[in-house]
Nanobody, 118 residues
Framework: QVQLVESGGGLVQPGGSLRLSCTAS????????MGWYRQAPGGQRELVAR???????SYADSVKDRFTISRDNAKNTVYLQMNVLKPEDTSVYYC????????????WGQGTQVTISS
C-alpha cells in the first residue's frame, strides 16, 4: 500500500520561501511520475508542478520561475522549493504519485497547509 507523507508547510510572509517534502513508501518510487497539486478553499485542485521518472519537469504558469520541483530517488522523496511566495499561493498542497498503469488510481498525500500572509 502506497503511503505519501508531506511536510514543510507553514505560515510565511509574502516574498518568503518554503520547501515542501513528500516521502513515499509502498511502491518503487523511482518509476513514478511525482507531482504537487494545490487546492484553495472553494477552489479546484490544480497541478502546480510535476517531475517524471526521468527527471523532466513541468510547471503551472503561475509558479514558473518561482517554484522548483526535484526528487531524490535514494530517499524516496520529492521536493517543492517555493520562492517569492505570494498571498495567492495560499492553499493546501498535496503530493501525488501517478499510478504506473491505466485503471489504477493515483496515490495522494494528506496535504500540508501553506499560508502566505503578512
Amino acid at each position: 500500500q502506497v503511503q505519501l507523507v508531506e511536510s514543510g508547510g507553514g505560515l510565511v510572509q509574502p516574498g518568503g520561501s518554503l520547501r515542501l517534502s513528500c516521502t513515499a513508501s509502498g511502491s518503487p518510487f523511482s518509476l513514478h511520475t511525482m507531482g504537487w497539486y494545490r487546492q484553495a478553499p472553494g477552489g479546484q485542485r490544480e497541478l502546480v508542478a510535476r517531475i517524471t521518472s526521468g527527471g523532466s519537469t513541468s510547471y503551472a504558469d503561475s509558479v514558473k520561475d518561482r517554484f522548483t520541483i526535484s526528487r531524490d530517488n535514494a530517499k524516496n522523496t520529492v521536493y517543492l522549493q517555493m520562492n517569492v511566495l505570494k498571498p495567492e499561493d495560499t492553499s493546501v498542497y498535496y503530493c501525488n504519485m501517478r499510478a504506473l498503469r491505466i485503471g489504477i488510481p493515483d496515490s495522494w498525500g494528506q496535504g500540508t497547509q501553506v499560508t502566505i500572509s503578512s
